[in-house]
């Protein structure tokens, strides 16, 4: 399947699956008979290992067409990458080739290891190291397909502060998927806390640590990460085609769509500039493009919906589904820097 391909069928099955809530198998598919699934692994595993740039760009694209559709990507590509960035030469052997072909499917628990559930006095996992065992108790509160996972790549933090990774099977004992949430939007995604009761991993599935820190080594994206920053952008380009649309036909929004066209094509700029390494102006940092980005999709969505009048108030008009999955980018890894510079937006206080 070509790209184009990929791109047309997600776009035209994208409101079903906002509407359905349906686990995405038949999009994941279409992944894989178009190499997708291969982006991020490398060739030595049967994979493409695509260019960051090139990379970011199918993300922004497939964003475009289904935002549940590369979410749902992106969480295997970041357990993929954090495989593949380790130094677990069996998981890399055991697991990638597979990743690469689509035969199983991989996704990241890590949400309590950066952004969410800090402020607890405990650890929402806690990691025991005895012998050639790690230990694992607790609840990881956020695992994108954890339903459909054979591998959950999570981690959790150990009496002495430390925190270590690991490549979790959901076939160990002790692992118990809980019910998905439903969500304001993206509910396809099957979302889900997994609890861990006594779970005993042997040694050769660690990925990383015992280290501080431990999502601040190797490669995968952190916390309001570029990734994060793409999808939205992605959002941002289909509702401009919203505007666009009303702008061909009404000269009174043709301001509008200009503005919002030349914002956007700005904070693309820069998001790429900042990828190749550009980030000496302020602009150009991850924090200042993510702040930029959830700013922008928050605000272009919901002029979307202006402009869509009644009909975009109606449950499955393109501008309603983009208003509900712009409000996601205020709450997916989201660091407190830029969730204060959303905060100081919508107050309206100087400097806004």
């Excluded at 990379?55 to 694209?61: A, D, K, M, R, S």
């Excluded at 790690?134 to 990881?140: E, F, Y």
């Excluded at 981690?155 to 002495?160: E, I, L």
């Amino acid at each position: 399947m070509t790209i184009e391909n990929l791109l047309k069928n997600l776009k035209e099955h994208a409101p079903d699956l906002d509407s359905e809530g349906i686990w995405p198998a038949r999009q994941l598919s279409w992944l894989a008979e178009a190499n997708v699934l291969r982006w991020v692994v490398p060739n030595a595993y049967d994979g493409l290992d695509v260019s960051a740039e090139e990379l970011t760009q199918g993300y922004e694209q497939l964003a475009q067409a289904c935002l549940a559709t590369c979410f749902v990507l992106t969480q295997r590509n970041g357990a993929c990458q954090r495989i593949s960035g380790s130094n677990n030469e069996i998981m890399k052997r055991e697991l990638l080739p597979r990743l690469a072909r689509g035969e199983i499917f991989a996704t990241v628990g890590i949400s309590h290891l950066t952004t969410s559930r800090q402020h607890l006095a405990n650890p929402a996992v806690q990691a025991e190291l005895q012998g050639d065992e790690i230990r694992l108790n607790g609840t990881v509160p956020w695992v994108t397909g954890a339903e459909y996972a054979d591998i959950i790549v999570t981690g959790g933090t150990c009496s002495d502060g430390t925190q270590v990774l690991v490549a979790l099977p959901t076939s160990a004992p002790g692992v118990k998927v809980q019910s998905h949430a439903e969500l304001m939007s993206l509910t396809a995604s099957y979302t889900a806390p997994v609890q861990l009761n006594d779970v005993v991993l042997p040694w050769d599935h660690l990925l990383a640590g015992p280290v501080e820190g431990v999502m601040k080594q190797g490669t995968g994206g952190g916390a309001g990460s570029l990734t994060t920053s793409t999808l939205a952008l992605g959002v941002c380009g289909r509702s401009l085609e919203l505007i666009q649309e009303q702008a061909d036909v009404r000269d009174d929004l043709r301001s509008v769509a200009n503005g919002f066209s030349s914002e956007l094509a700005t904070l693309r700029e820069d998001l790429y500039a900042s990828l190749a390494g550009d980030q000496d102006q302020p602009q150009r940092s991850a924090a200042a493009i993510r702040q930029r980005s959830n700013s922008l999709v928050v605000r272009i969505t919901q002029a979307a919906m202006a402009i869509s009048k009644g009909a975009g108030f109606l449950r499955g008009h393109p501008a309603e589904r983009a208003v509900r999955e712009a409000m996601f980018f205020l709450v997916w890894s989201c660091p407190q820097p830029v969730v204060q510079g959303v905060l100081e937006e919508l107050s309206c206080r100087e400097g806004f």
